[in-house]
C-alpha cells in the first residue's frame, strides 16, 4: 500500500467508526468506498480465476453488468418462472462451489428476496467462493445476511450510505465482509478521494436516522396511495420492499413517452428476462407522485389497459419462526420509536398484496 492509499484509507476512519458503531461492529469489518460499480469492479477482479463464474441470482441490472464487463468476465443470470421470487431450487442448482455469487435483496429491478435461510443455504453452497448480498433496499426490507458474517469469511454485505434518503446521485455505500476480506481490500483496492461534500452527506445520513425514518414511512404512505389510485382506473401494480412501484401496461413506449411529456420519468423494463410490459415509477415526494397519477388518468385507456391479469404474487421472504409484526409496530419503527430493528420487519405492511414464506 503506498502513502497516497493509505492515507485515503485513514481519512475513511471517521465513516468506518460511525458505520461500525450503528451496527454494533468492529471497525476493521467495515470498508466505506465512494462507488459501488468500481468497487465490484475490483472485488471480481480479485476473486477471478479460471473456471470461476459470475452468477447474478435474479434479474441483474446494468451497473453489476458493467462491472462484469470491466472485470473481464462474463455474467450468468438465474431467473426462475417468476421474476417476482427467488426459486431457490435452481439457484442451488446453478452454483458450484467456489463461484462468485451476487444477490441483491432485494432485487433492483424486480424486488424479489431471499429469507435470511435461504442465504445461509448459499453460503454454505458457495464456501469455497465468494457471496455478495447486495442490501441496497435494507432499510425498506429489513432482513440481513449481516448475521453470516460471522459464520462465513466468503461473505459480502453491500450497503448505500444514501439510498433510505433517496439521494440517487451518489453511488457511496460500504462493505461489511471478515476482517481478513476487508484487510484486503484496504490492501489492494484503488480508494478514491471522497469530496467534502459527500463525505459531509454521508455523515449526515449515517447519523441522522430521524429522517430516514420520516422517509421510509412516507413511502409506505405514497405506494399505498398511488396503488389505490391507479388500481381504480384498472392499472396492474406491484409494491415492492422497495421505493418504486412496478407497473403492467399494454404498451411500455406509449405510456412512457406520454408520461415523458408530462414531465414524469420512467424506466421501461422491457428488455429485461419476463419483464414485459412493465415499467418502473420512483416514490417520490406527494407532488411529484400526484403528477403520476394525474398524468395516468389523462392517459388514453388503450396505453395501459392489459386484457390479462398478471397472477405471479410477490413473496416476501422472513426468517423461519419470525412473526410479521402488526401495524401499529411498523408505525412506531417508522417513526423511530422502536431502536432494535432486527425484531420487527420495514416492509410495507399489506399482505394481501404479498405471501409470506421462510
Known sequence: MNIYTKTLHESNDDIAQLTAQNHRLPKNVIFPFSDNREFLTELFIQHECDGVNLISIGTATPD?????????????????????????????????????????????????????????????????????????????????????????????????????FGIYSSDAGYAVSSKKIVARCKEMFPQKHISTILRKTILATVANQDVSNERLHEIREEALRITKKLTRLGIQCRITATDFLL????????????????????????????????????????????????????????????????????????????????????????????????????????????????
Request: proline fraction near 3%.
Open 247 to 358: 407497473i403492467r401496461v399494454a404498451s411500455p413506449k406509449d405510456v412512457g413517452n406520454f408520461l415523458n411529456r408530462n414531465k414524469v420519468d420512467i424506466e421501461n423494463l422491457s428488455g429485461y428476462p419476463k419483464m414485459n410490459h412493465y415499467i418502473r415509477i420512483r416514490i417520490e415526494s406527494y407532488f411529484s407522485n400526484d403528477r403520476v397519477i394525474k398524468a395516468f388518468e389523462k392517459m388514453p385507456e388503450n396505453f395501459y389497459k392489459m386484457k390479462s391479469v398478471e397472477k405471479h404474487s410477490m413473496t416476501l421472504h422472513r426468517p423461519k419462526g419470525e412473526k410479521i409484526e402488526p401495524r401499529s409496530q411498523i408505525d412506531k419503527l417508522l417513526n423511530g420509536k422502536i431502536k432494535d430493528r432486527s425484531k420487527t420487519t420495514q416492509t410495507i405492511n399489506a399482505k394481501h398484496l404479498f405471501k409470506i414464506a421462510d
Open 64 to 164: 453489476i453488468a458493467i462491472a462484469a464487463d470491466k472485470a473481464n468476465m462474463t455474467i450468468r443470470e438465474v431467473v426462475g418462472k417468476n421474476p417476482f421470487t427467488y426459486s431457490f431450487d435452481s439457484t442451488i442448482e446453478e452454483i458450484k462451489n467456489g463461484d462468485i455469487v451476487y444477490i441483491a435483496n432485494p432485487n433492483k429491478i424486480t424486488g424479489a428476496n431471499f429469507s435470511l435461510t435461504g442465504l445461509n443455504k448459499i453460503a454454505e453452497k458457495n464456501k469455497d467462493g465468494l457471496v455478495i448480498i447486495d442490501e441496497y433496499y435494507f432499510d425498506f426490507y429489513g432482513i440481513t445476511g449481516l448475521s453470516l458474517i460471522e459464520k462465513y469469511e466468503n461473505v459480502v454485505i453491500l450497503r448505500s450510505f444514501t439510498a433510505a
